[in-house]
């Protein structure tokens, strides 16, 4: 049995591995994301240094999340290596340390690492998300944002009218869509006029305008302060359908999902997005697992590229399809709860047969 200041030790050189590379990577995504928004909003009237520095900052938590995985595959497969090369691994076999012993804190290492992403950086991603769809969409303008490949629609009929609505970002559960357009469609499926607006406020029967550029066929825009459309949509419906998944935090999300199901909604983009978010930290002790499939042979040079390359690659390919059944699950194809599960309890079996096939025959 490990002794709890061996077992320490192989913790502490985890941690301060992962912390080492979640500083390193965050530093790298924000730099990266910097010069893309600098690159890709320079020439837009309202832009400054400031507003990308702000953006950059804002959106840096929701991909540094995503890259938690690889985060975490990096450090186990470096504080393996680095314990071979100082051949601390190898002493610790000699006495009697089996692989499953001491791969057992680096294991808790990487589930407590995932568990901290999930309380804390998770929230913090939420928020910054959604306050960088606002302030993307402010500077950019209405012109721009209703353009957005990104932007979604839904579609409503109220009083005889079909509309048809898309928003740049969706706040407060969906009450309210910032830099909004409305179509308004007539029996033979022509736009017979157009809405542009600042804000979007759902109220009980109707959507209230604000700051509002009418189009009307080929006449000149009208501006005109506050304007109301009916409507018949709920919050909930509005925020299924408008809201990104990632703009939630993990604490919201089960409310989110019993509400909209108790309208009749599947929400299963956000009932995925939700199991993901917990099976996290068992993700991060199946890429341990692979991690140490690559890392734990000794020799005497250190570990070859070709080893190193094949353990990224399969922790590549692990969240590869691991998003791929994701999307599946967000689809309505496969269960929520089928879509984030299986792809990790697929790679731990794999660990867990690897090892067992090498250490113990």
Same mark, same amino acid.
């Given at each position: #049995?490990?002794?709890?200041?061996?077992?320490?030790?192989?913790?502490?050189? &985890?941690?301060?591995?992962?912390?080492?590379?979640?500083?390193?990577?965050?530093?790298?995504?924000?730099?990266?994301?910097?010069?893309?928004?600098?690159?890709?909003?320079?020439?837009?009237?309202?832009? %400054?240094?400031?507003?990308?520095?702000?953006?950059?900052?804002?959106?840096?938590?929701?991909?540094?999340?995503?890259?938690?995985?690889?985060?975490?595959?990096?450090?186990? #497969?470096?504080?393996?290596?680095?314990?071979?090369?100082?051949?601390?691994?190898?002493?610790?076999?000699?006495?009697? @340390?089996?692989?499953?012993?001491?791969? %057992?804190?680096?294991?808790?290492?990487?589930?407590?690492?995932?568990?901290? *992403?999930?309380?804390?950086?998770?929230?913090? *991603?939420?928020?910054?998300?959604?306050?960088?769809?606002?302030?993307?969409?402010?500077?950019?303008?209405?012109?721009?944002? *209703?353009?957005?490949?990104? $932007?979604?629609?839904?579609?409503?009929?109220?009083? !005889?009218?079909?509309?048809?609505?898309?928003? =740049?970002?969706?706040?407060?559960?969906?009450?309210?869509?910032?830099?909004?357009?409305?179509?308004?469609?007539?029996?033979?499926?022509?736009?017979?006029?157009?809405?542009?607006?600042?804000?979007?406020?759902?109220?009980?029967? &109707?959507?209230?305008?604000? !700051?509002?550029?009418?189009?009307?066929?080929?006449?000149?825009? $009208?501006?005109?302060?506050?304007?109301?459309?009916?409507?018949?949509?709920?919050?909930?419906?509005?925020?299924?359908?408008?809201?990104?998944?990632?703009?939630?935090?993990?604490?919201?999300?089960?409310?989110?999902?019993?509400?909209?199901?108790?309208?009749?909604?599947?929400?299963?983009?956000?009932?995925?997005?939700?199991?993901?978010?917990?099976?996290?930290?068992?993700?991060?002790?199946? #890429? %341990?697992?692979?991690?140490?499939? @690559?890392? #734990?042979?000794?020799?005497?040079?250190?570990?070859?590229?070709?080893?190193?390359?094949?353990?990224?690659?399969? !922790?590549?390919?692990? &969240?590869?399809?691991?998003?791929?059944?994701?999307?599946? !699950? =967000?689809?309505? @194809?496969?269960?929520?709860?089928?879509?984030?599960?299986?792809?990790? @309890?697929?790679?731990?079996?794999?660990?867990?047969?690897?090892?067992?096939?090498? $250490?113990?025959?």
């Amino acid at each position: #049995m490990i002794g709890l200041t061996l077992g320490s030790y192989f913790f502490r050189r &985890y941690v301060s591995i992962a912390a080492w590379n979640f500083v390193g990577i965050g530093l790298l995504i924000f730099i990266v994301t910097f010069t893309e928004v600098s690159g890709r909003a320079a020439g837009l009237p309202n832009y %400054t240094p400031a507003w990308a520095l702000s953006l950059a900052a804002l959106q840096t938590p929701i991909v540094l999340l995503q890259a938690v995985p690889f985060i975490g595959l990096i450090a186990a #497969m470096a504080t393996l290596i680095s314990l071979n090369r100082k051949y601390e691994l190898v002493v610790a076999r000699a006495a009697g @340390v089996s692989a499953w012993q001491f791969l %057992t804190p680096i294991a808790l290492g990487s589930f407590a690492f995932g568990l901290l *992403a999930v309380a804390l950086l998770n929230p913090l *991603a939420a928020n910054g998300f959604s306050r960088a769809q606002v302030l993307e969409a402010e500077v950019r303008g209405a012109k721009s944002s *209703a353009n957005s490949e990104a $932007e979604q629609w839904i579609k409503q009929r109220a009083d !005889g009218e079909e509309t048809v609505i898309g928003a =740049s970002a969706v706040l407060n559960g969906g009450q309210v869509l910032v830099r909004p357009t409305f179509f308004q469609i007539d029996d033979e499926g022509r736009i017979v006029e157009r809405l542009d607006a600042e804000r979007a406020f759902l109220r009980d029967g &109707y959507w209230e305008l604000t !700051g509002v550029a009418r189009r009307r066929g080929t006449a000149a825009p $009208e501006r005109v302060e506050t304007l109301q459309v009916p409507t018949n949509l709920r919050p909930e419906f509005v925020g299924e359908q408008l809201m990104r998944p990632e703009a939630t935090s993990i604490y919201d999300l089960p409310g989110k999902i019993e509400v909209a199901q108790s309208f009749g909604l599947q929400a299963n983009a956000f009932a995925t997005h939700f199991h993901s978010l917990v099976v996290l930290p068992l993700l991060l002790v199946a #890429m %341990t697992l692979i991690a140490a499939t @690559v890392s #734990m042979r000794f020799a005497r040079m250190g570990q070859s590229a070709t080893v190193i390359l094949g353990g990224i690659l399969a !922790g590549f390919l692990l &969240y590869v399809v691991s998003v791929l059944v994701k999307a599946f !699950g =967000s689809a309505g @194809v496969v269960p929520p709860v089928v879509a984030a599960w299986t792809p990790v @309890v697929v790679a731990m079996f794999y660990g867990v047969t690897f090892l067992l096939y090498k $250490e113990d025959g």
